[in-house]
């Protein structure tokens, strides 16, 4: 498939990836694009998911997990997908627009009706875990919630080698992969909402410097691959690092700094470009197990429209910043 036909492929999709392929790929006009996020909440997945919003402003009755979930089941069935957190980062990802959530009164409705399944916690101020805290940030600050006290608890909570670990509170000194790249999302996400924090800004500089050390792939002390995981490329991204999730990020992070990028990813691109199959599509990986509203993506080993313009937009990034 020649980039051109590649371009079509992607752009006959889902309104809620559709906008972002003529934004970013495509050079549409911003009239064109904007008009085609506009459709997200009254088309496709992003209207399908709308539909499943409770009254009390939750999805599946709960914050994290579906109410009344058996959590022995994780071990078999894998960690549900529909609850509250999980619906809000999609509908974040595929561009709503935040006013149709804040006509809806989401925040309000969920600050006096959801509570964390961690000792019944109030939503908005967040929990013990860095990647939910992440994405109540994150999504807090696209709703408009306040959640500046969880930007301030990242803060507190970095380790000293300049991450994050949502297992700090089983005593882990160690930074993780996974959970510091989810710190970033939903630090960045912060940053790039109003003037600068400086604070915040330093934070995540020392989050991404732990990645950049490992040049994001491989542990410090050995040089070995941190994990099988780091080349599974898949989509939805869900909470798990890989390769092309890091970049993605940095991508952004870069841009919104102006900022060129960083020679240490080139390892990262490499394998994000070796996994380009010869008609310029991605293929899904190893799925994240778990119960979900409904698919937005092919099965493991198909052509996926959404890794494809992850990784074309990521290397579009690197190869024009070179």
């Given amino acids: ?13 889902d309104p809620a990836l559709r906008w972002q392929v003529e934004r970013d790929l ?9 008009a085609t996020r506009a459709r997200v909440a009254t088309e496709g997945f992003g209207a399908r998911l709308l539909e499943l919003q409770d009254p009390d402003g939750q999805w599946a009755g709960g914050a994290f997990f579906p109410a009344g979930f058996d959590f022995d089941a994780v071990e078999t069935d894998g960690q ?8 809000l980062n999609a509908l974040r990802e595929w561009g709503l627009d935040p006013a149709v959530l804040q006509n809806r009164r989401t ?8 509570r964390w399944e961690y000792d019944d916690l109030p939503y908005w101020g967040g929990e013990v875990d860095c990647c939910i805290n992440a994405w109540t940030l994150a999504n807090g600050v696209w709703l408009g919630a306040d959640v500046a006290g969880i930007a301030d608890w990242f803060l507190e909570h970095r380790l000293g080698d300049g991450g994050w670990n949502c297992e700090w509170v089983e005593g882990s000194a160690r930074s993780s992969f996974h959970s510091t790249l989810n710190a970033l999302k939903g630090l960045l996400a912060f940053d790039s909402a109003g003037p600068t924090d400086a604070p915040v800004r330093a934070a995540r500089r020392s989050g991404e410097e732990y990645l950049l050390t490992r ?11 941190v994990g099988p995981w780091v080349g599974n490329f898949t989509y939805p991204f869900r909470w798990c690092y890989s390769a092309l999730n ?5 991508r952004a992070s870069y841009q919104m700094e102006g900022r060129p990028p960083d020679p240490r990813m080139q ?18 990986g190893t799925r994240h197990r778990g ?28 190869d024009s910043g070179r």
């Fill in 26 to 34: 495509a050079g549409a006009a911003p009239g064109v694009w904007e």
């Fill in 291 to 318: 119960l979900e509203w409904f698919p937005v993506d092919v099965e493991p080993g198909e052509p996926s429209k959404w890794l494809t313009f992850s990784a074309t937009r990521v290397l579009d990034w690197w």
């Fill in 267 to 284: 390892a990262a691109i490499d394998m994000v470009r070796a996994a380009r199959r010869p008609d310029g599509t991605w293929a899904q």
């Fill in 246 to 250: 890091a970049l993605d990020y940095f």
């Fill in 1 to 13: 498939m020649a980039a051109d036909g590649v371009i079509s492929w992607l752009l006959d999709s």
């Fill in 107 to 114: 925040v309000e409705l969920l600050a006096a009706n959801c």
């Fill in 80 to 87: 549900p997908w529909t609850a509250t957190t999980w619906s």
């Fill in 215 to 225: 040049n994001l792939l491989y542990r410090l002390g050995t040089g070995e691959p």
